[in-house]
């Protein structure tokens, strides 16, 4: 499975940016998809999970409140939907599948070539 993660940016704080990663190459409803993060200096940082039928979500504290995902199966897509954005937002952001629901990086076999984000304050 290839992933492709984009919709990166530039935005203002308190601003918003929508996130899509397109799979290919496989069965995409296999797949639990997850979105972490990455900034300078940091360890990757699980924000959240869908589940293959996007039914059960898990959102993680750091945007918990501030952040969306929803899937279509159709079009092999997973969306990462962000409010409210704040200067520590700023990350790498990767979508990745794993076969379980899981918030352990190692957890997932197929992972996209990240998307940068940039929220000036």
């Known amino acids: 499975v290839q992933l492709q993660a984009y919709g990166g940016g530039l935005v203002q704080a308190g601003g918003s940016l929508r996130l899509s990663c397109a799979a290919s190459?496989?069965?995409?409803?296999?797949?639990?998809m997850g979105w972490f993060r990455q900034a300078p200096g940091k360890e990757r940082e699980f924000i959240l999970v869908?589940?293959?039928?996007?039914?059960?979500?898990y959102i993680a504290d750091p945007l918990k409140g501030r952040a969306t995902v929803s899937r279509e199966n159709a079009k092999n897509t997973v969306y990462l939907q962000m409010n409210s954005l704040k200067p520590e937002d700023t990350a790498v952001y990767y979508c990745?599948?794993?076969?379980?629901?899981?918030?352990?990086?190692?957890?997932?076999?197929?992972w996209g070539q990240g998307t940068q984000v940039t929220v000036s304050s």
């Open positions: 869908i589940s293959r039928s996007g039914a059960s979500t």
């Open positions: 990745a599948a794993a076969s379980s629901i899981s918030s352990t990086p190692s957890d997932y076999k197929y």
């Open positions: 190459g496989g069965t995409f409803s296999n797949y639990n």
